[in-house]
């Protein structure tokens, strides 16, 4: 598990490319799980604890993700203790073909990391159970 307080992500240039296409001037940028696990993520399922992650974009910052990610992109980014479980140290974004993918030291977190501008709701915590009672 990852110090979180010196959380860092190094972003490659590879990946830079396509945050920058996809980030507006002055988003939070979410690094969370996307599992059924917070109200952000519409997977659910045993099979997704803790392998998928997302990057959410946000117009303000969401509170339960408090966490500050330091980056080299300067990305106001954040994550919560939740995803802290699943991260270990030397975080690496990197993008093949538009893909992204998350590493550490330890190998791959996630080859195929999403990114979504949320607008609305996030789900409740009844919606949350619906998913997590899925089976993949």
Known sequence: MVDSKNLELKIKDSAKEVLEKKIKPGQVVLLALNDGSNGY??????????ANFQLV???????????????????????????????????V??????????SSNEGIIDGGVTISEFKGEKLSA???????????
Do not use: Q
């Open 41 to 50: 993520s519409k997977l659910g399922g045993t099979c997704t604890i803790g």
């Open 57 to 91: 974009l946000l117009d303000h910052k969401d509170p339960e993700f408090s966490i500050k990610v330091n980056n080299n992109m300067g990305l106001d980014m954040y994550t919560s203790d939740k995803e802290l479980a699943f991260l270990d140290d030397g975080l």
């Open 93 to 102: 974004l990197n993008a093949r073909n538009a893909t992204l993918s998350l």
């Open 126 to 136: 009844d919606e949350m159970k619906k998913l997590g009672g899925k089976i993949c």
